[in-house]
Nanobody
Framework: QVQLVESGGGLVQAGGSLRLSCAASGGTFSTYAMGWFRQAPGKEREFVARISRNGISTYYADSVKGRFTISRDNTKNTVYLQMNSLKPEDTAVYYC?????????????????WGQGTQVTVSS
Protein backbone atom coordinates (compact mmCIF):
# COMPACT_ATOMS: atom_id res chain seq x y z
CA GLN A 1 0.00 0.00 0.00
CA VAL A 2 1.41 3.35 -1.07
CA GLN A 3 0.58 6.50 0.81
CA LEU A 4 0.91 9.87 -0.92
CA VAL A 5 0.76 13.21 0.84
CA GLU A 6 0.70 16.50 -1.07
CA SER A 7 1.74 19.87 0.31
CA GLY A 8 2.60 23.34 -0.90
CA GLY A 9 -0.74 24.61 -2.09
CA GLY A 10 -2.07 28.04 -1.24
CA LEU A 11 -3.34 31.36 -2.50
CA VAL A 12 -1.24 33.24 -5.04
CA GLN A 13 -1.78 36.15 -7.39
CA ALA A 14 -1.87 35.65 -11.14
CA GLY A 15 1.66 35.52 -12.50
CA GLY A 16 3.02 34.08 -9.29
CA SER A 17 4.58 30.72 -8.52
CA LEU A 18 4.03 27.76 -6.22
CA ARG A 19 5.89 24.51 -5.70
CA LEU A 20 3.89 21.46 -4.80
CA SER A 21 5.44 18.41 -3.16
CA CYS A 22 4.17 14.87 -2.87
CA ALA A 23 5.83 12.57 -0.35
CA ALA A 24 5.44 8.83 -0.84
CA SER A 25 5.70 6.02 1.68
CA GLY A 26 4.83 2.35 1.92
CA GLY A 27 6.32 1.23 -1.36
CA THR A 28 9.36 1.35 -3.58
CA PHE A 29 9.11 4.84 -4.98
CA SER A 30 11.52 4.36 -7.84
CA THR A 31 9.32 1.62 -9.34
CA TYR A 32 6.40 3.97 -10.02
CA ALA A 33 5.85 6.61 -12.60
CA MET A 34 4.22 9.61 -10.96
CA GLY A 35 1.59 12.03 -12.15
CA TRP A 36 -0.06 15.25 -11.13
CA PHE A 37 -3.74 15.87 -11.78
CA ARG A 38 -6.11 18.66 -10.86
CA GLN A 39 -9.81 19.09 -10.37
CA ALA A 40 -11.69 22.36 -10.38
CA PRO A 41 -15.21 22.64 -8.90
CA GLY A 42 -17.78 21.11 -11.21
CA LYS A 43 -15.17 19.75 -13.58
CA GLU A 44 -13.61 16.39 -14.31
CA ARG A 45 -10.23 15.51 -12.89
CA GLU A 46 -7.66 16.37 -15.54
CA PHE A 47 -4.10 15.35 -16.24
CA VAL A 48 -1.38 17.91 -15.60
CA ALA A 49 2.02 16.20 -15.81
CA ARG A 50 3.79 12.87 -15.55
CA ILE A 51 7.35 11.77 -14.85
CA SER A 52 9.00 8.43 -15.49
CA ARG A 53 10.50 6.19 -12.83
CA ASN A 54 14.02 7.49 -13.28
CA GLY A 55 12.96 11.09 -13.82
CA ILE A 56 14.33 11.32 -17.33
CA SER A 57 11.06 11.47 -19.24
CA THR A 58 8.33 14.01 -18.59
CA TYR A 59 5.01 14.77 -20.25
CA TYR A 60 2.69 17.74 -19.84
CA ALA A 61 -0.81 18.81 -20.66
CA ASP A 62 -0.82 21.51 -23.32
CA SER A 63 -2.45 23.92 -20.88
CA VAL A 64 0.60 23.91 -18.58
CA LYS A 65 3.45 23.25 -20.99
CA GLY A 66 6.19 25.83 -20.59
CA ARG A 67 4.84 27.01 -17.22
CA PHE A 68 4.91 23.89 -15.02
CA THR A 69 7.81 21.54 -14.36
CA ILE A 70 7.54 18.10 -12.81
CA SER A 71 10.56 16.54 -11.11
CA ARG A 72 11.33 13.82 -8.60
CA ASP A 73 13.95 12.90 -6.04
CA ASN A 74 14.01 9.15 -5.57
CA THR A 75 16.33 9.50 -2.58
CA LYS A 76 13.62 11.49 -0.80
CA ASN A 77 10.62 9.56 -2.21
CA THR A 78 9.18 12.86 -3.36
CA VAL A 79 7.77 14.28 -6.58
CA TYR A 80 7.46 18.01 -7.20
CA LEU A 81 5.43 20.31 -9.39
CA GLN A 82 6.91 23.75 -9.93
CA MET A 83 4.18 26.06 -11.18
CA ASN A 84 5.15 29.41 -12.68
CA SER A 85 3.16 32.15 -14.42
CA LEU A 86 0.03 30.95 -12.70
CA LYS A 87 -3.36 31.89 -14.11
CA PRO A 88 -6.79 32.02 -12.46
CA GLU A 89 -7.79 29.00 -14.56
CA ASP A 90 -5.11 26.97 -12.76
CA THR A 91 -7.25 27.16 -9.62
CA ALA A 92 -8.06 23.61 -8.53
CA VAL A 93 -7.31 20.87 -6.06
CA TYR A 94 -4.05 19.26 -7.16
CA TYR A 95 -3.46 15.54 -6.65
CA CYS A 96 -0.42 13.35 -7.10
CA UNK A 97 -0.82 9.74 -8.14
CA UNK A 98 1.38 6.71 -8.72
CA UNK A 99 1.36 4.37 -11.69
CA UNK A 100 2.97 0.91 -11.73
CA UNK A 101 2.15 0.45 -15.39
CA UNK A 102 4.75 0.69 -18.11
CA UNK A 103 2.82 2.76 -20.64
CA UNK A 104 2.46 6.50 -20.48
CA UNK A 105 -1.12 7.37 -19.63
CA UNK A 106 -3.06 10.51 -18.80
CA UNK A 107 -6.18 8.63 -17.72
CA UNK A 108 -6.83 8.98 -13.98
CA UNK A 109 -8.33 5.50 -13.70
CA UNK A 110 -5.03 3.96 -14.76
CA UNK A 111 -3.24 5.33 -11.70
CA UNK A 112 -3.06 3.15 -8.62
CA UNK A 113 -2.75 5.36 -5.57
CA TRP A 114 -3.73 8.95 -4.88
CA GLY A 115 -3.01 11.62 -2.34
CA GLN A 116 -5.66 13.64 -0.58
CA GLY A 117 -5.02 16.76 -2.67
CA THR A 118 -3.85 20.28 -2.00
CA GLN A 119 -5.78 23.43 -2.90
CA VAL A 120 -4.26 25.95 -5.29
CA THR A 121 -6.10 29.24 -5.72
CA VAL A 122 -4.91 31.87 -8.18
CA SER A 123 -6.46 35.32 -7.83
CA SER A 124 -6.76 37.74 -10.73
Amino acid sequence: QVQLVESGGGLVQAGGSLRLSCAASGGTFSTYAMGWFRQAPGKEREFVARISRNGISTYYADSVKGRFTISRDNTKNTVYLQMNSLKPEDTAVYYCASDRGMKLTTIPQRYDYWGQGTQVTVSS
